[in-house]
């Protein structure tokens, strides 16, 4: 504080430190365009990577025999969900024990959806979805993790495009545990002219 005073006393150098002042907010106000620093005067342009920019490519690892399964992206956070159970047996889709590793290497759990409804707590625990013999399921699904960011306005993105994502399904029959895999890929999207 007594520098500061000192200042104001010394005319000559209250006039450099307000030169110094006024370069400084202008070069902050400039934009800065050549090191790259966003101008607070204009709106932030969007950000190049989107998860629409990628078509999100499922190819199956680990199949079940007789029970195959089909994930499609429905967009956003939603994926779809198909599963025809061709055998004679009762098969179960444990939620609580499926899920996503992505390309970062982080778990996350997959939640059902109902409708078009999202739930707001995805820490409850699901029921198991029963699959008849010879019958077909079909249901939404996101991850809970995807549902907490679109909850904060935001959309899952691949952290490493390069890499891939891993869906893992548990389901039990005749008291087994079986589990089907499917790996999912990210292919840029071609622009059309």
């Known amino acids: ?49 989107r998860a629409s920019e990628y078509q999100q490519v499922i190819t199956v690892l680990k199949p079940i025999d007789n029970l195959p399964v089909t994930i499609t992206h429905e967009g956003g956070i939603r994926y779809r969900l198909q599963v025809k159970n061709n055998s004679s047996d009762l098969h ?3 939620w609580d024990d499926s899920s996503y590793v992505s390309t970062s290497g982080i778990s996350i759990r997959l939640i059902r959806l109902s409708g078009k409804k999202i739930p707001d707590n995805v ?5 198991t979805a029963p699959i008849a013999a010879h019958s077909e399921y079909q249901t939404s699904f ?6 907490e960011l679109a909850q ?14 891993l869906f893992s399904l548990v389901f ?7 589990e089907w895999q ?6 840029a999207k071609k622009n059309r002219p």
Do not use: Y
């Open 1 to 49: 504080m007594t520098n500061l005073v000192a200042t104001w006393q010394r005319p000559h150098l209250t006039s450099i430190w307000l030169r110094w002042m006024l370069v400084a907010i202008t070069f902050a106000l400039s934009g800065c365009a050549e090191l790259g620093l966003p101008n607070p005067t204009q709106p932030p342009r969007a950000e190049t990577t």
């Open 142 to 147: 996101s991850g809970d993790r995807w549902i």
């Open 152 to 165: 904060e306005g935001g959309l899952p993105r691949p952290k490493d495009a390069l890499r891939k994502g």
């Open 123 to 127: 820490l409850a625990p699901q029921a």
């Open 182 to 187: 499917g790996e999912m890929a990210f292919v």
């Open 172 to 178: 039990a029959s005749r008291g087994k545990r079986l």
């Open 92 to 94: 179960k889709l444990i």
